[in-house]
């Protein structure tokens, strides 16, 4: 038994003994987070918790095993939700990015300008320490690493770590409690915010709407589809066409339509109304009634990595298929089939036609669910690698993006550009959220062990309680003045706030809370928006206190 007492001996740093207090710490704060109080729980946040605790007890590791556990773990959280939230942060970016990184910005200010209140009006705070204390407070792991290379005396390189450690609990708790200070004072509800963010995606994502129509507009009778895309000035898939004689047939482009002819269209629910009044009201038919049975609709998955990234159009699926495609389905959410679309792996096309020609289809394109199982691994050892090299890149004054900037750049670049360099994105949702977990998991447990060793000593002090109070409110304040005028000037949604806040202090557990919480991308997204502009903000703001302040 002489073995065991070793492995589970305070201070063994051997390979066995690391692995086995990683173990630890990650499985009991994993499930203490589930722990419910008061109907909320912090979900794997509590790893950090755990590990701050064993660390005090003088469990721990060689640092350089933490360093790079703590590091390869944040790479692999922020790189997945790259990966995830990548095609969505365009169109957020374009609809209320710019809105949502001043937010940002000003919460940047108002943390410096908290230090500097605090700086000038204590005469025992040096501005070292007050660094540290911000890091800590916001998160901000690079911003603490740049003030410290900033730094020429090592004494005050100890003290900004000591700052960190001391502010870091109470920061990431800070910011869950901001949320919920202002969830309390609008009396949010979150369900209702998931469904009116949803409605808002599936406006900007012009979900499609199916409907039939009866033509009665003389006007367009005998105009063919090509020519009535002209008149009517929208995208709109005719899917199937049923003449007076009740006869159903596949339209093309180059079919008329006819007063009395009725037709299937998919189209973007806010064309419905401009395209009835050309063509004519719609009407209700039963069309897999009167459809033959020939004639079927299936849907087809993109499982083969040469077609990702073709546009639909280039299927040429009328002349050489003699098929109608007429929606595609990408994470859950319908998109409208348009000649320019291009489709990604794990797509879902709804086509219709004749079962022989949707088969001739589906051999060509994959249809294997059994592929996307496979996780890409080139595409993402590919991409971190990438990463690492640009968040490496020095903006000048020894700025960088970082070992986690750099990757979460690179990653949403290649979830939206990946095709062109022939790389496949695809993830599925499992392998997405493994990767996510185990990389917080990694990072938490690796800060908290870190942090834990000689915290009592260190922030039970006179010294260590005002550096606990002064990041309370370096952390608090500012959120709340943000997030009371986003939610009260603004109107931004809550889930968005609540990725404005991680992202705005760079804070992936904060993240992990408020993605557990809601069920929702929708934070992911909006942390993903402010968080490359806001890391970047973040370094130079600790980095440019040390040059001027510092003696």
Known sequence: MEFLQELFRPGNTELAATIILYSFVIAVGILIGKVKLGGVSLGVTFVLFVGIVVGQLGYTAEPNIIKFLREFGLILFIFAIGLQVGPAFFSSFKEGGIKLNMLAVLGVLLNVAIVLVIYFASNE?????????????????????????????????NTMSMGYAAAYPLGVVGIILAMFIIKGLFKIKVPNEIKAMDEENERLQQKPYIGTFEVTNKLVDGKNLV???????????????????????????????????????????????????????????????????????????????????????????????????????????????????????????????????????????????????????????????????????????????????????????????????????????????????????????????????????????????????????????????????ARGVYKINFLSIMGLFSGGYTDPPALAYASGATGSDAPAVAYSTVYPLTMFLRVVAAQGLILAFAA
């Open 125 to 157: 705070a040096s501005i070292e320490s007050l660094v540290g204390v911000m890091s800590g407070a916001v998160t901000n792991t690079p911003g603490l690493a740049a003030a410290q290379q900033a730094a020429t005396n090592p004494e005050a390189v």
């Open 227 to 485: 020519q009535l895309h002209d008149v009517i000035h929208g995208d709109f898939v005719i899917s199937r066409l049923m003449g007076p004689d009740n006869k159903i047939i596949i339209p093309t482009s180059a079919t008329t339509v006819h007063v009395g002819d009725k037709i299937l269209v998919v189209l973007s629910a806010q064309d419905v109304e401009r395209f009835a009044t050309v063509m004519g009201q719609e009407v209700s038919v039963d069309w897999e009634t009167v459809t033959p049975a020939e004639v079927v609709s299936r849907r087809i998955v993109l499982t083969q990595s040469k077609y990702n990234g073709t546009t639909l159009g280039q299927l040429r699926l009328h002349n050489a298929y003699q098929l109608n495609c007429t929606r595609v389905n990408r994470g859950g959410v319908d998109l409208l089939a348009t000649p320019s679309l291009r489709l990604q792996m794990g797509d879902r096309i709804t086509v219709v036609g004749q079962l022989a020609d949707i088969d001739r289809l589906a051999s060509k394109l994959g249809n294997s669910m059994k592929r996307l199982n496979h996780p890409n691994l080139v595409t993402i050892f590919v991409g971190i690698l990438v990463g690492i090299i640009v968040g490496q890149i020095n903006f000048g004054h020894g700025l960088k993006l970082g070992i986690a900037g750099g990757p979460l750049v690179v990653a949403i670049l290649l979830s939206r550009y990946g095709y062109k360099l022939k790389l496949v994105t695809y993830t599925s949702s499992s392998a997405s959220l493994m990767l996510r977990e185990l990389g917080i998991c990694l990072f938490l447990a690796s800060v908290g062990i870190a942090a834990g060793k000689g915290f009592i000593q260190n922030v039970f002090t006179e010294t260590g309680m005002w550096w606990v109070i002064w990041g309370f409110l370096i952390t608090t304040v500012p959120l709340i003045i943000v997030g009371l005028i």
